[in-house]
């Protein structure tokens, strides 16, 4: 059970990791990803162990994102984590500095073979027991434009909160104030990776949240035209 073959494909590129062997992933290693000086050499290991194949986290600073692709199963591998590979596929998502990346871990032989966002029709979209508006989710949609607009797996850009404002036609002030309070709704259900140090809040949490965004499909990909349609004004809000 849950043997079977471990291919991981990124930007089009297809590896295979070897049952008597490690497969590491990062910046000098089995799947070099990127010169990023902020990556690990070695972040991520696949192996297997008595029969089961595993994801570690063998880097001491950087986390991953890991969903089954459904939203029905998401974790969040801190340093020094692992978890097994029970489904078909396994998106793995993970930002160092400035750049996001995606790649897919894909199993012959999964030993498991969807929980979607909700929308109602006020335009109120609901993940589990997080609700999000609809200024909300354009924020987080925005924040994602990038890695949604992107073919396949690869590397993308995170917008700063400058950019991100300038896109939707909101003051920086405005983006920041919906962005903590997104952050602080997602913090209060759970979600991990949203708070940290008064130097690396800021920029850590747009990463962890466009992260966590993808993984649980609150925004997806035929999203995006809401980005460029009209937007009205939320009930007491102002422009």
Same mark, same amino acid.
């Given at each position: 059970m849950g043997e079977g073959s @471990? /291919? @991981?494909? !990124?930007?089009?590129?297809? !590896?295979?990791?070897?049952? =008597?062997?490690?497969?590491? @992933?990062?910046?000098?290693? %089995?799947? /070099?990803? =990127? %010169?990023?000086?902020?990556?690990?050499?070695?972040?991520?290991?696949? /192996?297997?162990? =008595?029969g089961m194949w595993w994801l570690a986290n063998v880097g001491s600073r950087l986390a991953a994102t890991v969903t089954d692709g459904g939203g029905r199963v998401q974790a969040w591998l801190a340093p020094g984590a692992r978890l097994p590979i029970v489904f078909q596929m396994l998106h793995l998502i993970f930002t160092a500095g400035p750049t996001t990346y995606e790649c897919t871990i894909h199993s012959t032989e999964p030993a498991f073979t969807e929980n979607d966002p909700v929308a109602t029709s006020n335009g109120i979209t609901t993940v589990g027991t997080v609700t999000f508006t609809v200024s909300q989710r354009l924020l987080v949609l925005a924040l994602a434009e990038p890695m949604l607009a992107r073919e396949g797996t690869g590397r993308s850009d995170i917008p700063t909160s400058a950019l991100a404002a300038k896109r939707l036609g909101w003051a920086t002030t405005k983006f920041n104030r919906k962005l903590d309070n997104v952050c602080d709704k997602l913090d209060r259900a759970g979600v991990q990776g949203l708070r940290g140090g008064v130097t690396t809040y800021a920029t850590n949490r747009r990463a962890r949240l466009v992260e966590y965004a993808i993984a649980s499909r609150i925004v997806t990909r035929i999203d995006l035209p809401l980005l460029d349609a009209p937007q009205a004004v939320e009930?007491?809000?102002?422009?």
């Open positions: @471990i /291919s @991981i494909e !990124y930007c089009g590129e297809w !590896y295979r990791a070897e049952p =008597d062997g490690l497969f590491s @992933i990062g910046r000098q290693a %089995d799947l /070099s990803v =990127d %010169d990023n000086p902020f990556l690990h050499r070695r972040f991520l290991q696949i /192996s297997q162990v =008595d009930p007491g809000e102002g422009s």
